[in-house]
């Protein structure tokens, strides 16, 4: 009898004392939610409209389906991407084919010349109008590498509050307390690393590297290998001292996606200079991207990706096209001017590296993070 | 064709040349210099086509033309000191030949002073 009074009460209340229940909206837990001051502030080029995109729009147009992440679409928007800067391009390859053939045409009145001192001279001259077109083009790219960077560095200092509310608020504080300072501060210390001593060391490499072809004899020849070499041992040593910190988190994971992991790893060798080290950290990290549940963590990489995704291809762009116009004037052109545009390219790529583990490493250290949830 | 005018001057310089060198020497190497300009007025028009079509380029590419009227400017004075010096070793001079070419390098130097200062500046803005 008790038993069925209690019931009855029970029904009563929650008949009379009914209410609605509304699920928060996407602007409600970006806005009042999420600790989004920070990030709002920072901004990416959407590559095909230009439009400026924030990371709150990001999110929302993930969910409404407006922005396409599947494979294809992504190829497409890559597609798109390589065709448009190939075109605007097309100025700089002129400019230094014209040098080239300059260079050569000098080089055959010079040949006719009994006296050669004279013709070396001008040749001289020739040679550092290329070096110009080619050192304004590297300058550019490695402005573009710091901007990018630095505003993948300042993204990353900005996303990091809005997610450690999320695992806050998943209950799993403890893990990530742990987790963030070492992994936050590895990779801000793995970027001015990069930053005040690779790419100054690469400038110094490229700059010899130029300086070196000026004169037949080739008397730099040795350093500037010894500096090329130096530099890319120092961005791979970089990538290994961050797969070292990843390896501090311990895999709980039983299971690893064995496909994902080869396929990530695949196309992360073929990444230039450091593609072999990044490529077992994708492995690590493929384990870890099952649980990436969230659209947040996942627009958050997207935006990541979206910001370093313009300048790697120009980067892309601007070394294959040095690498293309060595070839081709390889017949006519001397060989120190097809060795200065070969070097240019792998210089190039160089760059396109650095801006790689750049992005890379807070790219991983976004999953890691949001693995927590 | 022009390489039938250069040719003829050329031939008819050398023997010519020949012809008088052992009566009057300095009128053999006034004949190779007079052959030597009649020869550069025949290839002016040529030069000026391709220099012509290289302009063209440059700026259709946004090269500074600036550049590339201090190259032709060094590809004239490599030319004109060369011819100079070869004309005075032909005479025996071979002290006058050296100062010529000095000039020459001297003035390479001093036409491509600007280029140099433009790498300089390239070069610094990288570090």
């Known amino acids: ?54 990371f709150s729009t990001a999110v929302r147009k993930i969910l409404s389906g407006e922005m396409d992440i599947s494979a294809k679409g992504v190829f497409d928007r890559i597609s798109i991407v390589f065709s448009k800067e190939v075109k605007s391009q097309v100025g700089f390859i002129k400019k230094i084919v014209i040098a080239a053939l300059l260079s050569a045409f000098l ?77 936050s501060g590895a990779a801000q210390l793995l970027t001015m690393f990069i930053s005040r001593i690779i790419i100054p060391v690469v400038s110094a490499a490229i700059t010899l590297h130029m300086v070196n072809f000026i004169s037949e004899k080739g008397y730099l020849t040795q350093f500037s290998k010894l500096l090329y070499s130096i530099s890319k041992w120092l961005l791979r040593g970089s990538a290994i001292g961050f797969m ?25 060798g073929a990444i230039p200079v450091v593609g072999d080290v990044m490529g077992s950290a994708a492995e690590i990290v493929a384990a870890l991207s099952k649980s990436i549940g969230s659209s947040m963590a996942a627009a958050a990489i997207i935006f990541l990706i979206i910001m370093a995704l313009i300048p790697v291809i120009k980067l892309l762009v601007m070394g294959f096209i040095f690498k293309l116009t060595a070839a081709f004037a390889e017949p006519i052109c001397e060989a120190r001017v097809i060795k200065a545009l070969s070097g240019a390219g792998d210089f190039t790529f160089m760059l396109m590296g650095i801006l790689f583990v750049s992005e890379a490493i807070f790219v991983f250290s976004i999953i890691i993070l949001v693995s927590f949830l | 064709m022009d390489i039938i005018k250069v040719s003829a001057v050329g031939i008819t310089a050398v023997f010519l040349s020949a012809a008088i060198k052992k009566d009057s020497p300095h009128f053999s190497l006034l004949l190779g210099l007079a052959a030597g300009i009649i020869i550069i007025f025949i290839i002016a028009e040529p030069i000026k086509d391709v220099f012509y079509v290289l302009y063209e380029l ?3 590419s946004g090269v500074n033309s600036a550049y590339l009227a201090i190259v032709i400017k060094v590809i004239g004075i490599a030319y004109i000191s060369e011819f100079a010096v070869q004309l005075s070793n032909d005479a025996g001079e071979t002290s006058i030949a050296g100062k010529i070419e000095l000039a020459g390098k001297i003035l390479i130097m001093a036409v491509s002073a600007p280029i140099i200062v433009s790498l300089t500046d390239i070069v610094l803005g990288l570090f």
């Open chain 1, 107 to 183: 080089k055959n009145i010079s040949d006719s010349f009994k006296d050669k001192s004279v013709a070396e001279l001008s040749f001289f001259v020739c040679y550092i109008v290329l070096v110009i077109f080619i050192m304004s083009a590297f300058r550019e790219g490695m402005a573009l590498v710091k901007t990018s960077s630095d505003r993948i560095l300042d993204t990353m200092q900005a996303m990091l509050p809005a997610f450690l509310s999320v695992v806050f608020m998943s209950g799993k504080g403890g893990s990530a307390a742990f987790v963030y300072p070492v992994i």
């Open chain 1, 1 to 54: 009898m008790k038993i069925v009074c209690k019931m009855i009460m029970l029904i009563a209340v929650f008949l009379l004392i009914s209410r609605n229940a509304y699920g928060n909206t996407v602007d409600y837990y970006l806005e009042e939610s999420l600790e989004m001051s920070g990030i709002e502030s920072v901004e990416a080029q959407e590559e095909i409209s230009g439009e400026k995109m924030t």
């Open chain 2, 58 to 60: 440059s700026r259709e």
């Open chain 1, 244 to 268: 070292a910190v990843l390896s501090l988190y311990k895999l709980g994971t039983p299971a690893i996606n064995q496909l994902l992991g080869k396929s990530a790893k695949a196309a992360i």
